[in-house]
């Protein structure tokens, strides 16, 4: 069965460190993989997925995430955080047919 | 481009009451889900649509829980009789559908802060 393990409820980190968010997943095949990003009252917005190709992917808001499939995770990097990054963020974790697990989320708190 | 809209954004009921939540999907796009988010949790899926077909329903608690998309456009989620528990954030998505058989990204509205009391 799929599922998704965001070890960390949360973080805080400086403003200008870098940061890394974790992910692990479950999935019998070749997993489609996302990272959302929720501000309060708000919807998600994706910030990245991965298909296939290229284990390192580039988002929006300067993150980045990899993907390694012998650890089956897809950590979400940046490396200087921002005021305005503070939300909670959302990996996930889908295949054919479009069922999409999410994880738990990791609340983001960014220290001044 | 408007994105997907929700409404209402807040409502508080007393249980055994019913509500309806509305969701206007992004133009053009065919797949419109609805998701359920509890407290510290990530979304959980409640219902797919394609155009007006309820393609995936498995997790809708159909005894109390009901959804359309009658024009395979806009949805009502409908719950009756809420109860306690049902206290929750609903959130609606859509997408265009399939891209050489991988998920197209999902758009989400702001969602629908569901409280019971």
């Known amino acids: 069965a799929q599922s998704v393990t965001q070890p960390d409820i949360h973080i805080t980190v400086s403003e200008g460190a870098s940061l890394e968010l974790r992910c692990n997943y479950s999935?019998?095949?070749?997993?489609?993989l996302f990272w959302y990003v929720q501000s309060p009252g708000q919807g998600l917005q994706l910030l990245l997925k991965?298909?296939?190709?290229?284990?390192l992917v580039q988002g929006i808001k300067g993150f980045e995430a990899e993907f390694k499939r012998s650890q089956s995770s897809f950590n979400l990097r940046k490396p200087s955080v921002h005021w305005s990054d503070a939300a909670e963020y959302f990996c996930a974790v889908g295949g054919g047919g479009f069922k999409t697990i999410f994880g738990a989320g990791t609340r983001l708190f960014v220290k001044a | 481009e408007a994105g997907v809209v929700q409404s209402p954004r807040y409502k508080i009921i007393e249980k055994k009451q019913p509500v309806a939540f509305w969701c206007n999907p992004i133009?053009?796009?065919?797949?419109l889900y609805w998701y359920l988010q509890n407290l510290g949790q990530g979304p959980e899926l409640l219902i797919r649509y394609e155009n007006e077909e309820a393609v995936d329903d498995s997790q809708l608690p159909k005894d109390r829980f009901s959804a359309e998309r009658l024009k395979g456009v806009d949805s009502t989620l409908k719950i009756q009789p809420a109860e306690l528990g049902d206290s929750a954030v609903y959130l609606c998505?859509?997408?265009?559908?399939?891209?050489?058989?991988?998920?197209?990204?999902?758009?989400f509205g702001p969602g629908t802060r569901l409280t019971v009391l």
């Open positions: 998505a859509s997408s265009s559908g399939t891209s050489g058989g991988t998920p197209d990204t999902q758009y």
């Open positions: 133009s053009g796009h065919n797949t």
């Open positions: 999935y019998g095949a070749t997993p489609y």
């Open positions: 991965y298909f296939s190709g290229d284990t």
